[in-house]
C-alpha cells in the first residue's frame, strides 16, 4: 500500500500564493506519475497537474504558467506551487500515485484550498 498525505491548503485571496506538500509512504516502489487532482462542488475531479518518475511534468490548460509541480524522489514528496490564484480554482486537492504496471491509482485524503475574490 501507498499513503499518501497532503498539506498546505487554506484560505488566500486572489492573486495570491499557496503551497500544497503531498508526502509518499509505504511500498512506493514502482510509482510511475504523481499527479495533482482538484474536485470542486458539483464538478467531476480533474487533473491539474502530473509529473513523472523522470521528470516531465503535464498541466492542465487552466493552471498553464500559474502552477507548478515538482518532486523530491529522496524525500518522497511532490509539492504544488500556486501562484496567481483565482476563485475557480477553490476546490478540494487530491495527491495522486499511480503505478503503471499494477495499474493501480492510490490517493491521499485530499486539502481544501478556498480563493476569495
Known amino acids: 500500500q501507498v499513503q499518501l498525505v497532503e498539506s498546505g491548503g487554506g484560505l488566500v485571496q486572489a492573486g495570491g500564493s499557496l503551497r500544497l506538500s503531498c508526502a509518499a509512504s509505504g511500498n512506493i516502489a514502482g510509482i510511475s506519475t504523481v499527479g495533482w487532482y482538484r474536485q470542486a462542488p458539483g464538478k467531476q475531479r480533474e487533473l491539474v497537474a502530473a509529473?513523472?518518475?523522470?521528470?516531465?511534468?503535464n498541466y492542465a490548460d487552466s493552471v498553464k504558467g500559474r502552477f507548478t509541480i515538482s518532486g523530491d524522489n529522496a524525500k518522497n514528496m511532490v509539492w504544488l506551487q500556486m501562484n496567481s490564484l483565482k476563485p475557480e480554482d477553490t476546490a478540494v486537492y487530491y495527491c495522486?500515485?499511480?503505478?503503471?504496471?499494477?495499474?493501480?491509482?492510490?490517493w491521499g485524503q485530499g486539502t481544501q484550498v478556498t480563493v476569495s475574490s
Open positions: 495522486n500515485a499511480f503505478k503503471v504496471e499494477l495499474r493501480m491509482d492510490y
Open positions: 509529473i513523472a518518475s523522470g521528470g516531465s511534468t
